[in-house]
């Protein structure tokens, strides 16, 4: 079964960068049968999608945050990152990692998420 | 950028009621691209529907997906104590490429 785990700083400050990594067991992240991908959603509301990774490298970025996110992968360590320049006060957010099927688009797998407060 | 319009905000049913939820595009949808998920406070979301109408291994069959183009549906022909959560749509735009969610529907207990 693929499993995906966050892991990150939970307090990051403004104006600094919010730096985390998802690390994926039970598939490989070089496999073309997944996009990897980050998910936000801020306390009591809904769901923003930040960006995904495929295994050639090749990115997608939500419009609205494309200018302040970086994504990259370690395939021999079989996790993905995440990050997000220049926080501030809505970028406190619980973020989910996840594998997004290529074929159908549907997220087929979730992290837990980890909340991440910018507060300085 | 594809918006999705979700209605109502919440829908307040007793169990063994119908619930339908309904997910509206600003532009065309592909189909096979249109997901369906249900989220329970504290848990991440759960794949219910793809492809606008195919169930997930182990969905129960009172959930179903319907509609095409820019309406979209998710029914549930009775509701469960265990369906009240909430509910996201999701697209992908292969054109773009990008993937966007509905603002979410919460179906709560009346």
Redesign the interface.
Known sequence: QLQLQESGPRLVKPSETLSLTCTVSGASISSSNYFW?W?RQPPGR????IG?IYYTGTT?H??SLKSRVTMAMDSPKNFFSLRLTSVTAADTTVY?CAA?DSA?????F????IPVTVSS | ?IVLTQSPGTLSLSPGERATVSCRASQRVTN??L?W?Q?KPGQ??R?LI??ASNR?TGIPDRFSGSGSETDFTLTISRVEPEDFAMY?C?Q?DNS?????????TKVEIK
């Not at chain 1, 159908?104 to 087929?108: E, G, H, Q, S, V």
């Not at chain 2, 773009?96 to 979410?104: D, E, S, V, Y």
């Open positions: 991908g998910i809904g769901l923003e999608w995904s997608y939500n419009s989910f997004q159908t688009k549907r997220i087929d979730w992290g837990q998420g | 950028e096979s691209y997901v998920y989220q991440a979301p794949l793809y492809g997930a996201y999701q992908f773009i490429p990008a993937l966007t969610f509905g603002g979410g």
